[in-house]
């Protein structure tokens, strides 16, 4: 991870880092259930990006439940190394952190 990374656990950082740059909770088409625990892969689908083709959206609640249950953490990064807003995040496990 680059010292410009950052990690959280928390569902409301998460939400308010991916409305600022535009995006929304989704899911990875077909990988997942309406048990949070196999909800399924977890994205943010931002403007431009993957969208309806691989993606299915979901509400904050859901995404909430299924980030909890799952037990990840968002990687991701303020800003990019030449200043500008960066979209970049990752789910990972809590394990590997």
Do not use: C
């Amino acid at each position: 991870m680059s010292s410009h990374n950052k990690q959280t656990t928390d569902p409301q950082i998460i939400r308010k880092w991916a409305e600022a740059r535009g995006g929304q909770p989704a899911r990875v088409k077909s990988t997942g259930s309406d048990n949070p625990k196999k909800a399924g892969l977890l994205r943010i689908d931002f403007p431009g990006g993957a969208g309806e083709e691989s993606l299915e959206p979901i509400d904050w609640d859901t995404f909430s439940e299924t980030f909890e249950a799952q037990k990840l953490a968002f990687v991701y990064e303020e800003k990019s190394a030449s200043g500008d807003i960066s979209r970049f995040g990752k789910f990972v496990s809590r394990e590997n952190t």
